[in-house]
């Protein structure tokens, strides 16, 4: 799955965002920039986030934005990787919906989208996984893990 992101140039590495909301916008630019999803389907992760909370803080320091299934403007199935250096906060006070590991989903593929969560899912069980994402800086970093844990 990391090998795909560094292929598919569904990454991207920042040192932080100023909110939640802006951390959304740079988790889809990956997915954006080769025609994965559209420029409004940021929009409508965020929407569903004031509407619904911080669901896609799935496990502390990690989030998965995503909106509903073939949501509009969603054109291919597949994940884009965010890491910032400093987590930002979904729910202020809260240091478990602090997130640094952006997981952004994108669906319109049902099975590949199972697939993909299946694949995920198994990545994120993985301690030395999640702990080794948080310390990556680079693709190359990626590549490492995926040699590393996964391969």
């Not at 802006?22 to 025609?35: H, V, W």
């Not at 997981?103 to 969560?117: K, R, Y």
Request: with cysteine; net charge negative.
């Amino acid at each position: 799955m990391l090998r795909e992101f560094v292929e598919k140039k569904h990454y991207f590495f920042a040192e932080e965002a100023p909110d939640w909301k802006e951390a959304i916008r740079m988790s889809c630019k990956s997915l954006e920039a080769d025609g994965t999803v559209e420029a409004n389907y940021k929009e409508d992760i965020i929407a569903c986030v004031e509407k619904h909370g911080p669901y896609i803080v799935i496990m502390p320091n990690v989030a998965m934005p995503h909106s509903q299934e073939n949501a509009v403007g969603v054109n291919k199935t597949a994940i884009g990787f965010m890491k910032l250096d400093k987590p930002v906060s979904f729910a202020p006070g809260d240091p478990e919906k602090d997130a640094q590991l952006f997981f952004t989903l994108a669906s319109c593929n049902p099975e590949q989208h199972l697939d993909n969560m299946m694949k995920l899912s198994e990545m994120l069980m993985n301690e030395d996984v999640v702990k080794a994402l948080a310390d990556a800086k680079t693709p190359e970093d990626l590549l490492k893990i995926q040699e590393q844990y996964l391969d």
